[in-house]
Nanobody
Framework: QVQLVESGGGLVQPGGSLRLSCAAS????????IGWFRQAPGKEREGVSC????????YYADSVKGRFTISRDNAKNLVYLQMNSLKPEDTAVYYC????????????????????WGQGTQVTVSS
């Protein structure tokens, strides 16, 4: 069974940057869509970004547009989330998720659409 593992979380000051990685134990090619989600304490999990394998199209939640960038390197079986200009409200556990058939679109990044999940990595933005 292909598993997803996140890494790269940590503590960063407001305005700083972090790059999260999502590694697939098999191949990222097994997933057409790979997305990033986050869950802050006391809040529901929200979709942050998604990327499609077939055409490389990407989608972002309004709260992170212009600050976060998702990319995938299928040769290395990695998907990245580059996070810049971080704010305290970005503090959350970040999860990557994949689905073999989903084509993510501007209709929304919904957790029920993704079949496989990682365990999450903590991101804390604080001075």
């Amino acid at each position: 069974q292909v598993q997803l593992v996140e890494s790269g979380g940590g503590l960063v000051q407001p305005g700083g940057s972090l790059r999260l990685s999502c590694a697939a134990s098999g191949s990222t090619l097994d997933y057409h869509a790979i997305g990033w989600f986050r869950q802050a304490p006391g809040k529901e999990r929200e979709g942050v970004s998604c990327i499609n394998r077939s055409d490389g199209s990407t989608y972002y939640a309004d709260s992170v547009k212009g600050r976060f960038t998702i990319s995938r390197d299928n040769a290395k079986n990695l998907v990245y989330l580059q996070m810049n200009s971080l704010k305290p409200e970005d503090t959350a556990v970040y999860y990557c998720a994949g689905d073999p058939e989903l084509y993510c679109s501007g209709d929304g990044i919904l957790e029920e659409d993704f079949a496989s999940w990682g365990q999450g990595t903590q991101v804390t933005v604080s001075s």
